[in-house]
């Protein structure tokens, strides 16, 4: 079968299912047109029944594509029919970020970087801390807690409503990590010097419960994964109580990064210009 990517500017892509809310298209169109490079990346809906199939046109040339993203719900599979994942994606048992390279499917997860990018960012110094506190033990918090332990942190608490989900995240990320149910959540805030939210509490709207940041050290930082809207109801908690906060709309854009530089051959850069084109969508699709 012929390989369309021959003498073919790089052609990237996101795809899950759905996929038309993606905006990625936009965070890396901008970035192909800020730096005059070639290339387009496209969003491609792929249902879970043709995702196996849609993978082997990326590895046999047939699509023409020279990787993307990937995202819910395809990370756990795209990561089982990649060819060299690396221990990032091993780890995790998931992939976001698929490339071609001498003739193999390679795979990781940027999640994590993009998680502590935006800290690094937004609130220099984050990381001295001994204690995390993480709230939700679902699919999202995983490269989190990742992150979070291959930065350092001594302690990371998980505190889920189900503690066997908070349980599996320790056993799999080691002995820093513990898992706690939500009666433990006042314990466990107790002097620690950074709070992350992986749920979904607030998210577009839905309900929030409330929360009393009160036990955590003087100036510990808030933070939450969710960026739509822009300031969760945790967050505006945690500003009301007078603790410094970081939206998720960083880890977004900052996740992006490591990918556009596979595929384009550039290492772009996460500035105002491109946070504003996001909020600007999220402002329009409201």
Request: glycine share 12%; proline share 6%.
């Amino acid at each position: 079968m012929a390989d369309r990517r021959e003498n073919s500017p790089p052609a990237a892509f996101v795809t899950g299912w759905p996929i038309k809310h993606s905006r990625s298209p936009i965070i890396h169109r901008h970035w192909l047109k800020q730096y005059g490079l070639p290339g387009s990346y496209n969003a491609v809906a792929v249902s879970e029944g043709d995702f196996a199939a849609f993978i082997d046109g990326l590895k046999n040339g047939s699509l023409g594509l020279s990787g993307g993203n990937v995202t819910i719900p395809h990370k756990e599979v795209a990561f089982a029919l990649s060819d060299r994942p690396d221990e990032l994606a091993t780890e995790l048992g998931a992939a976001n970020t698929l490339w071609l390279q001498d003739g193999q499917l390679h795979a990781t997860n940027t999640d994590g970087y993009g998680f502590t990018a935006n800290l690094d960012g937004k609130h220099p110094g984050w990381d001295k801390v001994d204690r995390a506190v993480i709230l939700g033990a679902g699919g999202a918090s995983r490269a989190v807690v990742q992150a979070l332990r291959d930065r350092g942190i001594n302690e990371i608490h998980i505190v889920n409503r189900t503690v066997p989900r908070a349980r599996e995240l320790a056993d799999r990320f080691g002995p820093k990590i513990h898992a706690h149910g939500l009666p433990a959540l006042k314990e466990v805030m107790a002097g620690a010097g950074l709070f992350v939210n992986t749920t979904s509490l607030g998210m577009d709207g839905a309900e929030s419960a409330s929360f009393d940041f009160s036990g955590l050290k003087s100036g510990a930082l808030v933070t939450d994964i969710v960026y739509v809207p822009l300031e969760t109801p945790i967050l505006r908690q945690a500003r009301e109580q007078g603790y410094p906060t970081t939206d998720g709309l960083g880890m977004l854009l900052h996740q992006a990064v490591p990918g556009f530089e596979r595929w384009f051959g550039h290492r772009p850069v996460v500035d105002s210009v491109l946070r504003q084109l996001i909020i600007q969508d999220i402002q329009a699709a409201a």
